[in-house]
């Protein structure tokens, strides 16, 4: 029974195409976020969503965007993807309010692979 | 600017003991998360510490001291399971959170 799980585990694109990731938590937490791993493996926040408010972080493209139907899902949306995209992307959950100060619990992440 | 250093890469043998260094600059601080990260999977949470001092759990104990700007992650009696990078991560004045790039540690039998 995972508690934040993310699909695809794996996707392979070509450049210039949409894709998207679904994540769903079953904790009943009242936050989501979505972090990009990179080759060096730096976790870096592209996005933080409860039922009030998101974050953006400045550095994310435009081309990334967050989608969330209700509390318990936070889907991610790529377009015009390019090769610079590919990376580990992970969802996350936190109990409590859009605080770095919380505990995460992580998705098993999704590879992107641009080529 | 913010920054958190850890070493790369770290070896130590099965049953010993190894302490991963941490030091930050950040803008403010409000507490330190140590995460572990086994290869091809996600980050899973083992301490957090805000106040100055040893927190024990288990074989895995974390340190702090906000004066220095300084963490260790200690690790005892090391299993070949604990092969995993280690990320340290600060929370900052604005409840930001600021990640380091992680120590892989390497048990060698």
């Known amino acids: 029974d995972t508690a934040v799980s993310q699909t695809p585990k794996y996707l392979v694109t070509q450049m210039g195409n949409d894709k998207s990731i679904k994540c769903e938590q079953n904790?009943?937490?009242?936050?989501m976020y979505w972090y990009k791993q990179d080759s060096k493996k730096f976790l870096k926040i592209m996005f933080s969503?409860?039922?009030?408010?998101?974050?953006i972080n400045e550095t994310v493209p435009n081309r990334f965007s967050p989608k969330s139907p209700d509390k318990a899902h936070l889907n991610l949306h790529i377009n015009s993807l390019e090769l610079g995209d590919s990376a580990v992307y992970f969802c996350a959950s936190s109990q409590g309010g859009l605080s770095g100060a919380n505990v995460l619990t992580f998705g098993a992440g999704s590879r992107l692979t641009v080529l | 600017g913010q920054n958190i250093d850890q070493p790369t890469e770290m070896t130590a043998t099965e049953g010993a003991i190894v302490q991963i260094n941490c030091t930050y600059q950040t803008s403010g601080f409000n507490g330190l998360f140590w995460y572990q990260q086994h290869a091809g999977e996600a980050p899973t949470f083992l301490s957090y510490n805000v106040l100055d001092g040893l927190e024990e759990k288990g074989r895995f104990s974390s340190f702090l001291s906000r004066s220095k700007g300084y963490s260790y992650l200690l690790l005892k009696e090391l299993q070949m399971k604990d092969s995993a990078s280690y990320l340290c991560?600060?929370?900052?004045?604005?409840?930001?959170?600021?990640w380091g790039a992680g120590t892989k540690l390497i048990i060698k039998p």
């Open positions: 904790l009943g937490h009242d936050t």
């Open positions: 969503y409860n039922n009030k408010e998101l974050i």
């Open positions: 991560a600060v929370v900052d004045s604005n409840y930001q959170l600021i």
